[in-house]
């Protein structure tokens, strides 16, 4: 069994509050279920694997470090180059989210992957645009034997994003009831850690953030497409 560390106790808390809050969430949305319409599901379109500025295509991503969710409407796997090192993407859309149709990114992370270590932290990334914000997500360092890899996550809701898993439940009832939009998108970037260690490899995962960020923003805003 792999070795679990970093997870606050605060979350504990959290995730009581967000349990509180998602019980006032339904209460509002079983006497707005009569009057508030939900935008029928919508298809993701992505940005081509050469639109993000900077980076230019790979061969696909090692399987044991991204696996697609077999429950997501359609999953997108890339890798992108800066140079010689990698950077390797999943994308998995939800067109109309459900408890069993949901996006669960600790289960795709850790189960099952040959980890002997895993370490977690909140993480925030700041952005170059919209100048001044700061996209949060969860960091993942990872250990197989001699390989390390560091992986960033976060879930996206329209423009709104979070990488907490527990906050994210509250996020998709909210886009649902206030904005009508019933889909979602869970993103994860990883990549390996190599000569120049975790500091490097940390800073070339925030670097193709920003490259891919805004692209993400546009695609989630689409009215139409296909994932591609």
Do not use: C, I
């Not at 560091?150 to 709104?160: F, N």
């Amino acid at each position: 069994m792999p070795r679990v560390r970093g997870a606050p106790v605060r979350e504990v808390k959290a995730a009581a509050a967000v349990a509180t809050a998602l019980v006032l969430a339904a209460g509002a949305w079983l006497v707005r279920a009569g009057t508030a319409p939900t935008t029928p599901p919508r298809p993701l379109t992505t940005p081509s694997v050469d639109g993000v500025p900077g980076w230019r295509p790979g061969p696909d991503p090692p399987a044991f470090v991204l696996a697609p969710d077999p429950r997501a409407d359609g999953s997108l796997l890339r890798t992108y180059l800066d140079g010689r090192r990698s950077v390797w993407l999943a994308l998995d859309y939800y067109p109309d989210q459900q408890p069993e149709a949901r996006p669960a990114a600790r289960h795709l992370v850790f189960a099952g992957r040959g980890w002997t270590e895993l370490r977690e932290r909140r993480h925030a990334v700041t952005l170059r645009e919209p100048p001044g914000a700061t996209l949060r997500t969860t960091l993942v360092e990872m250990r197989r034997g001699d390989e390390r890899y560091v992986l960033l996550y976060w879930y996206q809701a329209g423009p709104a994003s979070t990488g907490d898993d527990h906050w994210y439940r509250l996020l998709a009832l909210y886009y649902r009831l206030v904005h009508g939009r019933p889909d979602g998108a869970l993103v994860r970037v990883a990549t390996p850690v190599d000569d120049g260690g975790e500091a490097a490899a940390l800073a070339r995962l925030e670097a193709f953030v920003n490259a891919f960020y805004p692209e993400l923003l546009r695609a989630m805003s689409l009215a139409g497409g296909t994932l591609r």
